[in-house]
Protein backbone atom coordinates (compact mmCIF):
# COMPACT_ATOMS: atom_id res chain seq x y z
CA UNK A 1 0.00 0.00 0.00
CA UNK A 2 1.25 3.55 -0.72
CA UNK A 3 -0.28 7.06 -0.15
CA UNK A 4 -1.20 8.45 -3.11
CA UNK A 5 -0.66 12.14 -3.04
CA UNK A 6 0.23 13.30 -6.41
CA UNK A 7 -1.05 17.14 -7.39
CA UNK A 8 -3.20 15.41 -11.06
CA UNK A 9 -5.03 12.25 -10.30
CA UNK A 10 -3.93 9.46 -12.03
CA UNK A 11 -6.21 7.74 -15.05
CA UNK A 12 -6.24 4.29 -12.34
CA UNK A 13 -6.98 6.37 -9.51
CA UNK A 14 -9.67 8.66 -11.00
CA UNK A 15 -11.71 5.38 -12.44
CA UNK A 16 -11.55 3.74 -9.23
CA UNK A 17 -13.07 6.73 -7.13
CA UNK A 18 -16.18 6.63 -10.28
CA UNK A 19 -16.57 3.17 -9.05
CA UNK A 20 -17.65 5.31 -5.45
CA UNK A 21 -18.77 8.46 -6.23
CA UNK A 22 -20.14 10.30 -9.33
CA UNK A 23 -18.22 11.88 -12.00
CA UNK A 24 -18.60 15.70 -11.25
CA UNK A 25 -17.28 14.78 -7.64
CA UNK A 26 -14.14 12.98 -7.62
CA UNK A 27 -11.53 15.56 -8.73
CA UNK A 28 -13.11 17.52 -5.01
CA UNK A 29 -13.10 14.45 -3.20
CA UNK A 30 -9.71 14.08 -4.51
CA UNK A 31 -8.60 17.17 -3.75
CA UNK A 32 -10.09 16.71 -0.01
CA UNK A 33 -6.88 14.03 0.22
CA UNK A 34 -4.28 15.91 -0.98
CA UNK A 35 -5.26 18.29 1.95
CA UNK A 36 -2.66 18.43 5.33
CA UNK A 37 -5.71 17.55 7.18
CA UNK A 38 -7.35 14.08 8.52
CA UNK A 39 -7.85 12.39 5.15
CA UNK A 40 -5.58 9.86 3.41
CA UNK A 41 -5.95 7.95 0.04
CA UNK A 42 -3.91 4.76 -0.04
CA UNK A 43 -3.50 2.51 -3.12
CA UNK A 44 -2.76 -1.06 -3.86
CA UNK A 45 -0.36 -1.74 -6.42
CA UNK A 46 0.36 -4.70 -8.26
CA UNK A 47 2.92 -4.59 -11.04
CA UNK A 48 3.16 -0.68 -10.57
CA UNK A 49 -0.34 -0.28 -11.30
CA UNK A 50 -2.55 1.08 -8.96
CA UNK A 51 -5.95 -1.56 -8.93
CA UNK A 52 -7.32 -0.55 -5.53
CA UNK A 53 -7.97 2.62 -3.19
CA UNK A 54 -8.65 3.19 -0.08
CA UNK A 55 -9.67 6.52 1.17
CA UNK A 56 -10.16 7.42 4.82
CA UNK A 57 -10.82 10.41 7.92
CA UNK A 58 -8.87 9.54 10.76
CA UNK A 59 -10.98 10.58 13.46
CA UNK A 60 -8.80 9.99 16.36
CA UNK A 61 -5.16 8.55 17.28
CA UNK A 62 -6.56 5.03 16.79
CA UNK A 63 -10.01 5.27 14.94
CA UNK A 64 -10.98 5.94 11.34
CA UNK A 65 -13.71 6.39 9.07
CA UNK A 66 -13.72 4.45 5.33
CA UNK A 67 -14.47 7.18 3.05
CA UNK A 68 -13.75 5.58 -0.28
CA UNK A 69 -13.37 1.86 -1.20
CA UNK A 70 -12.59 0.66 -4.84
CA UNK A 71 -11.03 -2.33 -6.28
CA UNK A 72 -10.99 -2.27 -10.32
CA UNK A 73 -13.62 -4.70 -12.43
CA UNK A 74 -11.14 -7.05 -13.26
CA UNK A 75 -9.23 -7.91 -10.07
CA UNK A 76 -11.93 -7.99 -7.78
CA UNK A 77 -13.21 -11.26 -5.82
CA UNK A 78 -9.57 -11.87 -5.33
CA UNK A 79 -9.27 -10.50 -1.60
CA UNK A 80 -7.77 -7.25 -2.26
CA UNK A 81 -10.47 -5.30 -0.29
CA UNK A 82 -9.89 -7.69 2.28
CA UNK A 83 -5.92 -6.79 2.27
CA UNK A 84 -6.64 -3.11 2.36
CA UNK A 85 -8.86 -3.36 5.64
CA UNK A 86 -6.41 -5.47 6.89
CA UNK A 87 -3.79 -2.57 6.27
CA UNK A 88 -5.94 -0.48 8.46
CA UNK A 89 -5.92 -2.88 11.09
CA UNK A 90 -2.75 -2.23 11.80
CA UNK A 91 -3.36 1.02 12.90
CA UNK A 92 -6.36 1.21 13.90
CA UNK A 93 -8.67 -0.29 16.36
CA UNK A 94 -12.08 0.94 15.39
CA UNK A 95 -12.48 1.40 11.68
CA UNK A 96 -15.87 2.25 10.52
CA UNK A 97 -17.86 2.65 7.46
CA UNK A 98 -21.38 3.84 6.25
CA UNK A 99 -22.64 2.47 2.89
CA UNK A 100 -25.79 0.63 1.25
CA UNK A 101 -27.35 -2.48 0.99
CA UNK A 102 -24.97 -3.49 -1.50
CA UNK A 103 -21.95 -3.33 -0.02
CA UNK A 104 -22.92 -4.95 3.45
CA UNK A 105 -22.15 -8.24 2.67
CA UNK A 106 -18.08 -7.29 2.09
CA UNK A 107 -17.86 -5.51 5.13
CA UNK A 108 -19.73 -8.54 6.67
CA UNK A 109 -17.26 -11.19 5.29
CA UNK A 110 -14.18 -9.08 6.96
CA UNK A 111 -15.96 -9.08 10.70
CA UNK A 112 -17.66 -5.70 10.77
CA UNK A 113 -20.53 -5.44 12.69
CA UNK A 114 -23.69 -3.84 10.25
CA UNK A 115 -26.89 -1.98 11.75
CA UNK A 116 -29.11 -0.45 9.88
CA UNK A 117 -29.61 3.80 9.77
CA UNK A 118 -32.64 3.60 8.03
CA UNK A 119 -33.37 5.30 4.93
CA UNK A 120 -31.44 8.19 4.87
CA UNK A 121 -32.30 9.18 1.63
CA UNK A 122 -36.10 8.80 0.30
CA UNK A 123 -35.60 5.23 -0.49
CA UNK A 124 -32.10 4.40 0.00
CA UNK A 125 -31.26 2.77 3.14
CA UNK A 126 -28.04 3.04 4.87
CA UNK A 127 -25.95 1.03 6.94
CA UNK A 128 -23.23 1.94 9.77
CA UNK A 129 -20.25 -0.79 9.26
CA UNK A 130 -18.07 -0.97 12.62
CA UNK A 131 -14.69 -3.43 13.21
CA UNK A 132 -13.06 -3.03 16.29
CA UNK A 133 -9.71 -4.68 16.74
Known amino acids: MKIINS ?3 QP ?3 ELLLFVTSDIKVDFEYQIYLK ?3 RKLFGFELQGEIIGCI ?7 NECVI ?6 LEHRGKGIGSR ?3 FLSEEFTLITAET ?8 RKYGFSITS ?4 YPGVERFLCEYKT
Do not use: C, Q, W
Open 7 to 9: KTI
Open 12 to 14: SVR
Open 36 to 38: PLN
Open 55 to 61: GIEKIRF
Open 67 to 72: KHIAVS
Open 84 to 86: MIE
Open 100 to 107: DKDAIDFY
Open 117 to 120: LGEK
